[in-house]
T-cell receptor, first 119, second 111 residues
Framework: GAVVSQHPSRVICKSGTSVKIECRSL??????MFWYRQFPKKSLMLMATSNEGSKATYEQGVEKDKFLINHASLTLSTLTVTSAHPEDSSFYIC???????????????FGPGTRLTVL | GENVEQHPSTLSVQEGDSAVIKCTYS??????FPWYKQELGKRPQLIIDIRSNVGEKKDQRIAVTLNKTAKHFSLHITETQPEDSAVYFCAATISSYKLIFGSGTRLLVRP
């Protein structure tokens, strides 16, 4: 099946710093990727849709200046948490539906997640 | 917007018994309904999915049913095993392939 990787898997940072999380599709192209946030024992909350070659679209209530998304290529999307604060501590997961420029399928594959802890 | 409700939040069954998890969705335009299994600290794994032109799909011990009229779909696991213990999420797609997830069901299979 399709493989999605994330890096780093775990990060601890001080309040006020910025953290970049990478999401890569390893064996397929993805014009679209999705970023989710998951609190302990809770469901996945869609944060934004990352679009290759254009601006990301954010869900209601998600601050676009706080969570910067860049989809630089057909296999890489990055999420940068700017000026992180303790309330940003969470499990961040990306997903990607296989599909290059010809189209996108609806099946999504998830990355392993990044656990962010802001002190 | 789309809302997906999932029940029950926890489910405990004896090994060998069946488990059923139910979800309802609000957006009649939704046309793809995947189910994911997530173990603690791990990524969600797709276990089965169904599209709106199909009423039922089965894969070994796992089956999913969809009732478009009532806007609900269910996951059925038969002959449960301890390794089935995990959190299960249903989801529904809305526009542009976005997935909206249910709140999750914590399944415990007792040996």
């Amino acid at each position: 099946g399709a493989v999605v990787s994330q890096h780093p898997s775990r990060v601890i940072c001080k309040s006020g710093t910025s953290v970049k999380i990478e999401c890569r599709s390893l064996d397929f192209q993805a014009t679209t990727m999705f970023w989710y946030r998951q609190f302990p024992k809770k469901s996945l909350m869609l944060m934004a849709t990352s679009n290759e070659g254009s601006k990301a679209t954010y869900e209601q209530g998600v601050e676009k200046d706080k969570f910067l998304i860049n989809h630089a290529s057909l296999t890489l999307s990055t999420l940068t948490v700017t000026s992180a604060h303790p309330e940003d501590s969470s499990f961040y997961i990306c997903s990607a539906p296989p599909g290059g420029r010809a189209g996108v399928t609806d099946t999504q594959y998830f990355g392993p997640g990044t656990r962010l802890t802001v002190l | 917007g789309e809302n997906v409700e999932q029940h029950p939040s926890t489910l405990s069954v004896q090994e060998g018994d069946s488990a059923v998890i139910k979800c309802t969705y609000s957006d009649s335009a939704s046309n793809y309904f995947p189910w994911y299994k997530q173990e603690l600290g791990k990524r969600p794994q797709l276990i089965i999915d169904i599209r709106s032109n199909v009423g039922e799909k089965k894969d070994q011990r796992i089956a999913v049913t969809l009732n478009k009229t009532a806007k609900h779909f269910s996951l059925h696991i038969t002959e449960t095993q301890p390794e089935d213990s995990a959190v299960y999420f249903c989801a529904a797609t809305i526009s542009s392939y976005k997935l909206i997830f249910g709140s999750g069901t914590r399944l415990l299979v007792r040996p």
